[in-house]
């Protein structure tokens, strides 16, 4: 192995190839310290041909190659395993914006570019880049392909599959494929781009894209919105989709387990809603004609709601720091949670018909089997996508908890998921954490497919082994 060390500092140079463990150490556990890895070495290429000769080096030497980005991923698709034999390969040198092309509205970019700064980028020329997620200020644009995210705004603009038209990928063998091609229509055969896309660094390694630009919006107005029940708030969508159709761009639930968490952790973030409402929805409609036209929907849309009796309060922010504000109580439950200690994340999706059965049969069944039990609920309810989280009764250590009840928590979320024919992973991806139940789940035929696709385009099993499929 000391070869292969070697040959990684001559390629690259030896301050870009970690082999100390403290240097090592942020490489290794994920973001929610859920799991922990080891690694012979942590690379850090700063270009597409640097990555491919790495792969060339690796597979020579028969050593896996963990890809990782911004380290955001929750199903530790980005950690290594504890062999300590693999190399994990990071794209944080990779940042370049190659082209920004007005013209035809796309952006190209390295793997390793941050999320927000895309956003920035694409902001200071007026135009939109649509995908938003809490970790925006540290994942990168290469996992979120290899992820195909989802986040705030997919119910607008789609997933990140849907922003991308073309990538840079290196293969398991080490060569370079160039699909590189900003084309809005290419029916060429199969779809290698779909087929990276998703992939968690398990079919090839992404380090370019070409991404969709949309016009920058000139208005937008965020409402907070209080219900009874998941009936109601299900109805003020379905209300939302007729009357705003494409000005619709977010619709956000909580519960009110959800936001008592927050509070506990960051107080500032009280819900500005009377009454501690069952359910808290954030909206956001947003347009390119004047702040006005836009206010004055969205006011005769929750008219309509309140003479409809699907809502009993609503908010509108009047500025821009208070649309913020919202925005952030949001997204402060994730990282309300991770203060709270380790939880059980369940990232699925319900189709929109059967949401209101899941919740009341699957929040009966898991208060009576573990009494005390906390359902932080909450997510991208346009999506159908709950982020049905379960944390332990109150005073019991977390992580005895999950050790006793992990397993037969997810298999009641999963079977019920089933019943609803559903998905048991919306956007976060299966990484170590579902990989022995992607089976079950996707069905004996898909699950050989894609073992099928690995054994043919990583036969020596080299990129991310044991997440998402093992062969
Ligand atoms: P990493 O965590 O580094 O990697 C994720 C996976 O992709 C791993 O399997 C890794 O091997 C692979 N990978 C990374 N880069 C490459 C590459 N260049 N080529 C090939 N494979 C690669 N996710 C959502 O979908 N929606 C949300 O709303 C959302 N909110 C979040 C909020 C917070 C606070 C946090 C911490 C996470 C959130 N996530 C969300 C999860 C996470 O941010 C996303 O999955 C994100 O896309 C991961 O990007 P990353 O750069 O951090 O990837
Ligand atoms: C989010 O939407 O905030 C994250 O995907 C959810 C999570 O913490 O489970
Ligand atoms: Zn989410």
Redesign the pocket.
């Known amino acids: 192995m000391q070869n292969l060390i070697d040959q990684l500092g001559q390629l690259l140079g030896q301050q870009f190839v970690l082999t100390d463990d403290q240097e090592k150490s942020p490489y290794l556990t ?2 929610r310290k859920r799991f922990t890895g080891k690694a012979l070495a942590v690379v850090l290429p700063k270009t597409t041909t640097e990555v491919a000769q790495i792969v060339q080096l690796c597979a020579a030497a028969n050593v896996a190659i ?9 199903c530790g ?2 950690t290594p395993d504890d062999s300590g034999k693999q190399i994990l390969l990071s ?1 944080k040198r990779m940042n370049q914006i190659r082209e920004l092309d007005v013209a035809n509205q796309t952006i190209t970019l390295e ?1 390793g570019c941050i999320l927000q700064s895309v956003q920035e980028k694409a902001a200071a020329q007026d135009f939109l880049f649509p995908l938003s ?3 925006e200020g ?3 644009i ?6 195909n ?4 705004n997919v119910l607008r603009y789609g997933n ?1 599959r849907d922003l991308c038209l073309g990538l840079e990928v290196v293969t398991a063998k080490g060569e370079i494929w160039d699909g590189m091609k900003g084309l809005r229509k290419d029916n060429t055969g199969y779809d290698l781009r779909d087929l990276f896309i998703g992939s ?2 398990t079919l ?4 370019a894209a070409v991404m969709k630009l949309y016009p920058l919006p000139i208005s937008q107005w965020t409402t907070l919105v209080a219900t009874q029940d998941i009936a109601s708030t299900i109805a003020l969508l379905n209300l939302f989709q007729k009357r705003a159709t494409s000005l619709l761009t977010g619709f956000e639930m909580m519960t009110q387990e959800s936001l008592e968490l927050n509070e506990k952790h960051f107080p500032q973030m009280a819900n500005p809603l009377k009454g501690k409402p069952a359910y808290t929805v954030l909206i956001e409609l947003s347009d390119h004609e004047s702040e006005e036209h836009v206010r004055q929907l969205l006011e005769a849309i929750l008219e309509e709601a309140f003479k409809a009796n699907i809502v009993t309060d609503a908010v509108i922010a009047s500025n821009l720091s208070q649309a913020n504000s919202f925005w952030q109580m949001r ?1 402060h439950i ?2 309300a949670q991770a203060e709270e200690g380790a939880n059980l994340k369940n990232d699925i999706t319900i189709p929109l018909s059967s949401l209101d059965r899941f919740i009341q049969e699957t929040d009966h069944l898991m208060r009576t089997q573990y009494p005390g039990v906390r359902i932080i609920n909450f997510g ?1 309810l346009g999506d159908g996508n709950l982020h049905y989280n379960i944390a332990p009764p109150l005073g019991v250590d977390a992580k005895s908890f999950n050790v006793d009840h992990e397993k037969a928590i997810y298999a009641l979320v999963n079977a019920q998921v089933e019943r609803c024919k559903g998905s048991i992973s919306a ?3 299966i ?1 170590q954490l579902k990989l022995g139940d992607l089976r079950d789940h996707k069905g004996v035929v898909a699950h050989d497919l894609m073992k099928a696709l690995k054994a043919a385009l990583d036969p020596q099993n080299i990129l ?1 082994p044991h ?1 998402v499929v093992s062969i």
Request: charged letters at 10%; proline letters at 2%; one cysteine or more.
């Open positions: 994920d973001w963990v890809p990782q980005g911004g380290n955001t991923s929750f698709g980005a794209l793997a997620l809490g970790a540290s994942c990168m290469g996992g979120n392909l290899a992820t995210a989802g986040g705030t990140t968690e660094g090839g390694i992404i380090t997204e994730t990282l991208h956007e976060h991806g990484g991310n997440k």
